[in-house]
């Protein structure tokens, strides 16, 4: 199965409207937190509703779509969704007007905090997306320790492979240095799952001791890192191939940019 991973896209439309035209050239697009710009003025409906709409007609073409959240999401007052039922300018206006309930995600969409089976053609796979979360904990107190538990017990049942999306990396390692997190690095080891995919420090790729992929034990963690979209037309992303455990990073860097 071929996967496209990236983060951090922070409501660039033009990077949005980059992964529609590569929808069909991949089995599945996930993206590790940070999908809008809250630091933005506003309140943001605006942004959601243009990642929505992309992200919409992402599974709409058959491709389907994988979402954790990140810290900027946690201002949100309400979760990015895609419905099974297309996103209309009626449709929202009946939302807020009518105490009618919401259609249910597409089911090509995996929403924040899930874990579930994609499938395309023979292929399957388990992803997990763990939402972001700033309190840390230990043993069952951890962030998102059901879906973590649901992802391996599949494994254990189903034989596929096992992606997780979590937003802040894990600490003492090459996608996260020390900026990472302790906790999530401890959760790996404990857990075990084939890949993870992180983002939230888009410098580290590129600084000295840092790489876009390094591993704890068996698990491939993964962090393309991000640039500032005046810097480049294309996304940092990572093209990783399940079958072969490969994964190939497309990146721009601008030395005098820090995110």
Same mark, same amino acid.
């Given at each position: ?48 509703? *243009? ?8 599974? *709409? ?20 969704? *895609? ?27 995996l929403q924040d905090g899930?874990?579930r089976i994609v499938k ?45 999306l979590h937003h802040v ?5 090459? *996608? ?84």
């Amino acid at each position: 199965m071929k996967i496209l991973l990236t983060s951090d896209l922070h409501s660039c439309s033009f990077w949005y409207d980059w992964l529609l035209d590569q929808s069909t050239r991949v089995d599945l697009i996930a993206i590790a937190g940070d999908l809008i710009e809250a630091f933005a003025t506003g309140n943001h409906s605006e942004e959601i509703r *243009v990642v929505e709409l992309c992200l919409g007609k992402i599974v *709409v073409a058959g491709c389907p779509v994988a979402i954790c959240s990140g810290n900027h999401e946690l201002f949100l007052r309400k979760t990015i969704r *895609v419905p099974e039922m297309p996103l209309t300018a009626l449709s929202r206006l009946g939302e807020l007007i009518l105490p009618i309930p919401k259609t249910p995600n597409h089911p090509l969409f995996l929403q924040d905090g899930s874990t579930r089976i994609v499938k395309k053609g023979t292929e399957s796979i388990i992803v997990t997306t763990i939402p972001y979360r700033i309190e840390v904990g230990w043993g069952t107190d951890i962030p998102g320790f059901h879906l973590w538990e649901a992802g391996r017990k599949l494994r254990e049942e189903m034989g596929c492979p096992w992606i997780v999306l979590h937003h802040v990396p894990p600490r003492d390692t090459q *996608v996260g240095g020390t900026r990472g997190h302790f906790s999530v690095a401890k959760t790996i080891g404990r857990f075990q799952p084939d890949f993870v995919i992180s983002g939230h420090l888009h410098d580290q790729p590129f600084l000295k001791g840092g790489a876009f992929c390094d591993r704890i034990g068996s698990t491939l963690c993964l962090n393309a890192g991000q640039v500032h979209p005046k810097s480049s037309r294309i996304p940092n992303h990572i093209i990783l191939d399940t079958t072969s455990v490969e994964g190939k990073w497309f990146h721009f860097w601008q030395e005098n940019y820090r995110a």
